[in-house]
């Protein structure tokens, strides 16, 4: 076999034995032993890809489109790749190779806009508006949706109209990059029934519909991260996009020509479990207080400190879904492995990592620099007996573990905002001077200490202080 060579404006590289993979899948609505389902396009049966017995398997098959997709900047996971070889065996031919067909969708990928709604199980008042990332949770109104998929000729198979008034999660991603079915959808307009070509198109967008549902809780986690690493608030979005009898809708949108535009409309159902909407204003209230009380408004994500701030809001944020499910010693321990990320460069000890913790959070803990040096020690000394021997921590082990690393955080977030320091070793180092000073017996002024960050913040309640 010749080397597998890359034409001008090709993707991928021409592959017989992908070719041969393709020509052999077969697309019906009877299941064989190995098929995978595919999504029933509206009000018809369902429909299985099953692929064939060749050279290339399944599993290479779609490793081979996902670099593609990658390549051509679309989204790409199982669900998409798999979609795409039911679009190229359901437009085969033999005198066009599927490799050939895949590099014309992808090198025509077009960008696209999509909105999603989530339609949960509730009803919320009208004026109810909660934003949070690039996402708003409300009172749903299908207007603006149904008005863009009648443009676009595309309709959903429920009357969306009587979902006004539900509470949804709506969010609008404005760079979506989609292969190019505009002439597949052509096709399917002109039947007047459910045809294969309609069942594998509907397939693809409803898995780019997913793929991208299932990164609103990752934004949403990302942006509450100093609220949900401080004990502030916390949005479980995980289960508000995954709630029990809720409804998916989502419309993709895009341009054909000067003044024309295409759409295509997905929906499914989800089932899960129950949910509490977060009071309307509290996000808002968290994001003033955070600016009133510690001069914070975020700051250039390329700065080497606010990557620090980052990755220890991540670790704590990751120690508090522990302790919303029972796991107290394993919160602790993220507590304590935020502190020696911060704490603990160039192999320092736990003496060190016990002095600086001390200067930062012995005026929030109402004892003297040498008192809550010793408390950091002690608490280190029996997380060491969990790790090491198995002896639990206790409630208030755990519970004061958490304070001291959450002052620390609000230290973090209030020098951050000062934007002083360039990096996080120029304020270790007037960390390691305030702490010198008090060990001498020198006096530190207030404004020494509020240089480092030193602030005494107490969360009242463990999902919101507000």
Same mark, same amino acid.
């Given at each position: 076999?010749?080397?597998?060579?890359?034409?001008?404006?090709?993707?991928?590289?021409?592959?017989?034995?992908?070719?041969?993979?393709?020509?052999?899948?077969?697309?019906?609505?009877?299941?064989?032993?190995?098929?995978?389902?595919?999504?029933?396009?509206?009000?018809?049966?369902?429909?299985?890809?099953?692929?064939?017995?060749?050279?290339?398997?399944?599993?290479?098959?779609?490793?081979?489109?996902?670099?593609?997709?990658?390549?051509?900047?679309?989204?790409?996971?199982?669900?998409?790749?798999?979609?795409?070889?039911?679009?190229?065996?359901?437009?085969?031919?033999?005198?066009?190779?599927?490799?050939?067909?895949?590099?014309?969708?992808?090198?025509?990928?077009?960008?696209?806009?999509?909105?999603?709604?989530?339609?949960?199980?509730?009803?919320?008042?009208?004026?109810?508006?909660?934003?949070?990332a690039d996402c708003e949770i409300h009172a749903f109104d299908p207007a603006r949706l149904s008005y863009w998929a009648s443009k676009g000729r595309s309709s959903f198979p429920i009357d969306i109209q009587a979902l006004r008034g539900r509470a949804a999660i709506s969010s609008e991603a404005?760079?979506?990059?989609?292969?190019?079915?505009?002439?597949?959808?052509?096709?399917?307009?002109?039947?007047?029934?459910?045809?294969?070509?309609?069942?594998?198109?509907?397939?693809?967008?409803?898995?780019?519909?997913?793929?991208?549902?299932?990164?609103?809780?990752?934004?949403?986690?990302?942006?509450?991260?100093?609220?949900?690493?401080?004990?502030?608030?916390?949005?479980?979005?995980?289960?508000?996009?995954?709630?029990?009898?809720?409804?998916?809708?989502?419309?993709?949108?895009?341009?054909?020509?000067?003044?024309?535009?295409?759409?295509?409309?997905?929906?499914?159902?989800?089932?899960?479990v129950s949910i509490n909407l977060p009071p309307q204003g509290q996000l808002a209230a968290c994001y003033g207080w955070l600016e009133t009380e510690l001069g914070y408004t975020g700051t250039d994500p390329e700065n080497a400190f606010s990557k620090t701030l980052d990755f220890y809001c991540d670790v704590l944020q990751r120690g508090r879904e522990h302790e919303r499910h029972g796991r107290h010693n394993?919160?602790?321990?993220?507590?304590?492995?935020?502190?020696?990320?911060?704490?603990?460069?160039?192999?320092?000890?736990?003496?060190?990592?016990?002095?600086?913790?001390?200067? *930062?959070?012995? $005026? #929030?803990? %109402?004892?003297?620099?040498? /008192?809550?040096?010793?408390?950091?020690?002690? &608490?280190?000394?029996?997380?060491?007996?969990?790790?090491?021997?198995?002896?639990?921590?206790?409630?208030?082990?755990?519970?004061?573990?958490?304070?001291?690393?959450?002052?620390?955080?609000?230290?973090?977030?209030?020098?951050?905002?000062?934007?002083?320091?360039?990096?996080?070793?120029?304020?270790?180092?007037?960390?390691?001077?305030?702490?010198?000073?008090?060990?001498?017996?020198?006096?530190?002024?207030? *404004?020494?200490? $509020? #240089?480092? %960050?030193?602030?005494?913040? /107490?969360?009242?309640?463990?999902?919101?202080? &507000?």
């Amino acid at each position: 076999m010749g080397r597998p060579i890359t034409e001008p404006n090709m993707v991928l590289a021409t592959n017989p034995s992908f070719d041969d993979f393709i020509r052999g899948v077969r697309l019906s609505t009877k299941r064989e032993q190995n098929s995978l389902s595919l999504s029933a396009a509206v009000n018809s049966s369902a429909w299985y890809l099953t692929p064939p017995e060749a050279e290339m398997q399944l599993a290479s098959a779609i490793r081979f489109i996902d670099r593609g997709l990658t390549a051509a900047g679309c989204d790409a996971n199982s669900a998409i790749c798999t979609a795409l070889i039911g679009i190229l065996a359901a437009s085969s031919t033999t005198s066009s190779p599927p490799t050939e067909a895949l590099n014309r969708l992808l090198t025509s990928a077009l960008a696209g806009k999509l909105h999603v709604h989530v339609i949960l199980p509730m009803t919320c008042d009208s004026g109810y508006s909660t934003r949070v990332a690039d996402c708003e949770i409300h009172a749903f109104d299908p207007a603006r949706l149904s008005y863009w998929a009648s443009k676009g000729r595309s309709s959903f198979p429920i009357d969306i109209q009587a979902l006004r008034g539900r509470a949804a999660i709506s969010s609008e991603a404005s760079n979506v990059r989609l292969v190019d079915l505009t002439t597949i959808m052509d096709d399917v307009v002109a039947s007047s029934g459910v045809s294969t070509m309609q069942v594998v198109a509907d397939a693809y967008f409803n898995a780019v519909f997913e793929y991208r549902v299932k990164q609103i809780p990752a934004a949403v986690r990302q942006a509450l991260r100093i609220f949900e690493a401080g004990r502030v608030l916390h949005f479980d979005m995980a289960s508000f996009v995954d709630a029990f009898l809720s409804i998916r809708l989502g419309l993709f949108h895009w341009a054909t020509k000067p003044g024309g535009h295409k759409t295509w409309a997905v929906m499914n159902t989800q089932a899960a479990v129950s949910i509490n909407l977060p009071p309307q204003g509290q996000l808002a209230a968290c994001y003033g207080w955070l600016e009133t009380e510690l001069g914070y408004t975020g700051t250039d994500p390329e700065n080497a400190f606010s990557k620090t701030l980052d990755f220890y809001c991540d670790v704590l944020q990751r120690g508090r879904e522990h302790e919303r499910h029972g796991r107290h010693n394993e919160a602790a321990l993220h507590s304590v492995i935020a502190l020696d990320f911060l704490f603990g460069a160039n192999n320092r000890a736990t003496d060190s990592i016990a002095e600086r913790s001390a200067v *930062l959070t012995h $005026q #929030a803990a %109402g004892r003297t620099y040498d /008192e809550q040096y010793k408390h950091v020690k002690d &608490l280190y000394d029996a997380r060491s007996r969990y790790v090491h021997s198995g002896r639990e921590l206790t409630a208030a082990q755990a519970n004061d573990i958490d304070r001291v690393a959450t002052q620390v955080l609000w230290a973090l977030v209030r020098v951050s905002a000062k934007q002083k320091f360039g990096s996080t070793a120029e304020w270790l180092k007037e960390v390691d001077y305030v702490q010198g000073a008090i060990c001498a017996g020198r006096e530190v002024s207030d *404004l020494d200490s $509020q #240089a480092i %960050g030193v602030h005494s913040i /107490e969360v009242h309640c463990e999902h919101g202080m &507000l």
